[in-house]
């Protein structure tokens, strides 16, 4: 099939043109700088707040999965620029395009859209895509990691040094290795089924514990760590700081700290298992994220 890839450049996105182009698909990419060329993909530059270049992207295209979205911002209407105004200006070139199949990466975060601008703008974006005529389906991963990702990265080097600070105690979270992910979107890329909404995870029951997800990451990295659960109010001052410090690549913002801070991260509505299933064990799948920081020089 022919697939047009909204975030192609990103962490997920990039993945998942590599597993497009490894199971025969063709891609059009969309994307802000110009790439280095690469055979099956055809990369459009252009953004989501520019019509003409979301038109030339889905031009010809049989699926379009929309993975592109914001993650930090500065307030409410940077978040909901990029994630919901984003969102429909892609369901507007599908839909004139005459496309039909339409994969929508959100997040968990929407299903709690109270607690964080960044939710909150997720849940806007799948009303739009609930209400776009299209048939979609909706992908809420947890938290996600593997080789590129540097959202995660903060936690490795922190096992490093034997410390490692999570959220407040009794928090849990799902997680998900981007392969496995990228494995669902190609899987829903090639089903015309019934509109859903679907939380994958790695098939933990129950998800994690915070404190052993760190400890997971200790062994991964090949050291014994401690786990300290971080109280919301110290959470907010380490916010602060990492604002401070890094302006505006801070990634511990008090927009995280709220939804870090909220119990329940645990996905409860599974693909169907004959659509999919995960593959890769989670400790084996951070062996393989810590193995590709050292490669690369950050770890």
């Known amino acids: 099939m022919i697939l047009a890839i909204t975030g192609g450049t990103g962490f997920v996105g990039s993945h998942l043109i590599d597993h497009a182009l490894e199971t025969g698909h063709t891609v059009r990419a969309l994307a802000r700088k110009p790439q280095a060329k690469r055979i099956g993909v055809t990369w459009i530059e252009g953004a989501l707040d520019r019509p003409k270049s979301l038109a030339t992207l889905v031009e010809g295209a049989d699926v379009v999965i929309h993975v592109a979205g914001v993650v930090n911002a500065a307030n409410r209407a940077g978040f909901a620029e990029g994630n919901v105004a984003g969102t429909e200006g892609i369901l507007q070139a599908t839909r004139a395009a005459g496309i039909r199949r339409f994969v929508h990466v959100s997040s968990l975060a929407a299903r709690e859209s109270t607690l964080s601008n960044y939710g909150w703008s997720k849940a806007e974006a799948e009303t739009r ?68 909404i679907m939380e994958p995870d790695d098939g933990v029951p129950n998800g994690w514990d915070n404190r052993d997800f760190a400890r997971a990451i200790g062994v991964a990295v090949g050291k014994p760590v401690k786990v300290f659960s971080t109280p919301r109010a110290i959470l907010k001052l380490a916010s602060a700081a990492d604002q401070l410090v890094r302006r505006r690549k801070a990634k511990l913002t008090r927009d995280r700290v709220s939804y870090f801070c909220h119990p329940d991260w645990v996905s409860h509505k599974p693909p169907p298992p004959a659509l999919w299933t995960p593959s890769v064990p989670t400790p084996q799948a951070l062996a393989q994220t810590a193995a590709w920081y050292r490669a690369a020089g950050l770890l």
């Open 129 to 196: 895509v609930q209400t776009s005529g299209l048939d979609w389906t909706i992908v809420r991963p947890p938290a996600i990691f593997g080789p590129r990702d540097l959202d995660i990265l903060d936690l490795f080097k922190a096992a490093r040094s034997g410390y490692i600070p999570m959220p407040p105690a009794g928090t849990r979270v799902s997680l998900l290795y981007v392969e496995d992910l990228t494995t669902l979107l190609l899987a829903l890329a090639e089903t015309a089924d019934a509109p859903s």
